[in-house]
Nanobody, 123 residues
Framework: QVQLVESGGGLVQAGGSLRLSCAAS????????MAWFRQTPGKDREFVAA????????DYTGSVKDRFKISRDNAKNTVDLQMNTLKPEDTAVYYC????????????????WGRGTQVTVSS
């Protein structure tokens, strides 16, 4: 059974940092492109960042570029999202997702999803 489990969410003040982690079981992440998405109530799930299976290519949505960094450790079967200089508008549930080959910036075709971790940034 494939599982992606996110952790590291919480409450932080604006300007602070959090590091999210996504751990996989039943799946070798080294074969998969990985991404982080986020969602707030009443809105579509939006792309945040993605990383290729090797870690050599990354992609970010404009609002988090230069503040967030996605990384992966294929030996540990984990993918992390380092979030710095957090803003209240970053408040959302953050989800990790796995794609069997690529690392697109759209939610379509991502096969596996975690249940999400809540990030709340207070002003």
């Amino acid at each position: 059974q494939v599982q992606l489990v996110e952790s590291g969410g919480g409450l932080v003040q604006a300007g602070g940092s959090l590091r999210l982690s996504c751990a996989a079981s039943g799946l070798s992440l080294s074969d998969h492109g990985m991404a982080w998405f986020r969602q707030t109530p009443g809105k579509d799930r939006e792309f945040v960042a993605a990383i290729s299976w090797s870690g050599g290519s990354t992609d970010y949505t404009g609002s988090v570029k230069d503040r967030f960094k996605i990384s992966r450790d294929n030996a540990k079967n984990t993918v992390d999202l380092q979030m710095n200089t957090l803003k209240p508008e970053d408040t959302a549930v953050y989800y990790c997702a796995a794609h069997p080959r690529y690392w697109p910036n759209t939610r379509t075709h991502y096969v596996y999803w975690g249940r999400g971790t809540q990030v709340t940034v207070s002003s």
